[in-house]
């Protein structure tokens, strides 16, 4: 079974920056698209970024454009999201997910991801 688990999350002042790593277990990451969401109190899940399984393909939420940075490195195993200029309402929890595409180039919807980490929290404050 594959398992996921987020770190790297903390506190960091608006306008900081921070590294998100998402490690699996399991199973290497080679055949699996991996996808970062967040979720703030309140608030529904949304989805940040994804990187295809062949890291050809990325997608970024509107918000996070020119911010964040999803990037992945299969021989250790583990996705990243960079995020920089972070601002007060990218509080949240941050999760990655993993959905098994051995061929195809695409990032999942929220609702296909098979495999989910805990998720790590994220506070930006002053």
């Known amino acids: 079974q594959l398992q996921l688990v987020e770190s790297g999350g903390g506190l960091v002042q608006p306008g900081g920056s921070l590294t998100l790593s998402c490690a699996a277990s399991g199973f290497p990451l080679t055949y699996y698209a991996i996808g970062w969401f967040r979720q703030a109190p309140g608030k529904e899940r949304e989805g940040v970024s994804c990187i295809s399984s062949s890291g050809g393909k990325t997608y970024y939420s509107d918000s996070m454009k020119g911010r964040f940075a999803i990037s992945r490195d299969n021989a250790k195993n583990t996705v990243y999201l960079q995020m920089n200029s972070l601002k007060p309402e990218d509080t949240a929890v941050y999760y990655c997910?993993?959905?098994?595409?051995?061929?195809?180039?695409?990032?999942?919807?929220?609702?296909?991801?098979?495999?989910w980490g805990q998720g790590t929290q994220v506070t930006v404050s002053s």
């Open positions: 997910a993993a959905l098994l595409i051995v061929y195809g180039n695409r990032c999942p919807k929220i609702n296909e991801y098979d495999y």
